[in-house]
């Protein structure tokens, strides 16, 4: 089993940053997929960006150029870098590993940009 905590969710102003992050402990596995996902009032949950445990990134197009997602294998943990954060980035955002077609989910962390 894999256990996913998420930290760093707040409130903060459009423009400005924060950076989550996926603390992962229990059975850590060699060959994964850890993601962020996202999920705002009243919409579906949707792919925000994923790094594979050989480190190739993927980012959904609306966070481009915005978001950085990094990890550091040392201390189980992965980031979600959010710059020039905007309004419709306001959502709960989940930490995802993905395992020979198993997921894993953390209970997800707040976001909301509002001035």
């Known amino acids: 089993q894999v256990q996913l905590v998420e930290s760093g969710g707040g409130l903060v102003q459009p423009g400005g940053s924060l950076r989550l992050s996926c603390a992962a402990s229990?059975?850590?596995?060699?060959?994964?997929?850890m993601g962020w996902y996202r999920q705002a009032p009243g919409k579906q949950r949707e792919l925000v960006a994923t790094?594979?445990?050989?480190?190739?990134?993927n980012y959904a197009d609306s966070v481009k150029g915005r978001f950085t997602i990094s990890k550091d294998n040392a201390k189980n943990t992965m980031y979600l870098q959010m710059n020039s954060l905007k309004p419709e980035d306001t959502a709960v955002f989940y930490c995802?590993?993905?395992?020979?077609?198993?997921?894993?989910w953390g209970k997800g962390t707040l976001v909301t940009v509002s001035s």
């Open positions: 229990g059975s850590i596995f060699s060959i994964y997929v």
């Open positions: 790094i594979t445990s050989g480190g190739n990134t």
């Open positions: 995802n590993l993905k395992h020979y077609g198993v997921d894993y």
